[in-house]
């Protein structure tokens, strides 16, 4: 295999990875929150819990990674920033938090 071989493929491995990296961040993660916020309505506290702030955890790595390895670019198509990762940051986990606790609140009414 030649130089440029192997360099074009290392440039479709990467492009596939940020691919997937993007695809967390942007679609898998939040329906894997939204899963986890109907578990929790059904049971209440539980191990599902830890499963949806690892997730947010996750997201978060995620978003900063295709920022920082990959060049990503936000949802809009414009090239992202770390000004875009600090928004994401505190969106993520202020709507994360609010619809945790609301979830709980709304479980402990219902049952």
């Known amino acids: 295999m030649t130089d440029r071989n192997l360099s074009q493929n290392t440039n479709q491995e990467a492009e596939l990875s940020g691919c997937f990296v993007h695809l967390f961040w942007s679609l898998v ?24 702030w690892v997730t947010v955890g996750f997201m978060l790595i995620a978003r900063y990674v295709d920022f920082k390895k990959f060049q990503g670019v936000t949802l809009e198509g414009k090239e992202s920033t770390i000004q875009d990762w600090k928004k994401y940051r505190i969106l993520l ?5 609010l619809l945790w606790a609301g979830i709980h609140l ?4 219902v049952k």
């Open 93 to 97: 986990l202020g709507v994360s938090l």
């Open 29 to 52: 993660g939040n329906f894997i929150l939204i899963l986890c916020l109907v578990l929790i309505f059904k049971k209440g506290f539980g191990a599902i819990d830890i499963v949806y």
């Open 106 to 109: 709304l479980h402990g009414w």
